[in-house]
């Protein structure tokens, strides 16, 4: 029987996971539950759910651009350099491998989240 472990690389079940912040953002209770929700929501092509999660003051309006870069990956793996929440705030360091076009690569990123209205956003990424 196949086990289906969460894309984010927690070795917990998808459903147990990931998928269940999918269903409800509020459940992510630090920054790094939400960012891996979101890279499991990229690696699922779930694009309703990365923009859903995105902090309204920073949200792109347009969203085909996302669905078209993410259409054109296969998400590998993460790796988690760095996590901290203070208060209100949190910051997420990670490197996401991925394919596109044949080529192996990675996006590298140090997100910046917000804790509001009940629930954790992401805002923007620190470069």
């Known amino acids: 029987m196949k086990i289906n472990l969460c894309p984010c690389g927690s070795n ?6 990931c998928a269940a912040i999918h269903l409800s953002a509020k459940l992510a209770r630090h920054p ?10 990229h690696a699922t092509k ?3 759910f990365i923009l859903a999660s995105w902090h309204p003051s920073t949200r792109p309006e347009d969203s085909a651009a ?3 870069w993410n259409d054109e990956c296969t998400w590998l793996a ?4 760095q996590s901290r929440k203070l208060g209100s705030k949190g910051l997420v360091e ?9 080529q192996l690569k990675q ?8 804790f509001e209205k009940g629930q954790w956003w ?3 990424r620190t470069d």
């Open 12 to 17: 917990l079940k998808t459903k147990d996971c």
């Open 46 to 48: 779930n694009v309703a």
């Open 32 to 41: 790094e539950q939400l960012m891996r929700a979101r890279y499991t929501a």
């Open 94 to 102: 990670f490197v996401a491998l991925y394919r596109q076009g044949g």
């Open 78 to 81: 993460l790796n988690v350099a």
């Open 107 to 114: 996006h590298h990123e140090v997100a910046n989240f917000k």
């Open 66 to 68: 996302i669905q078209q």
């Open 122 to 124: 992401y805002v923007d």
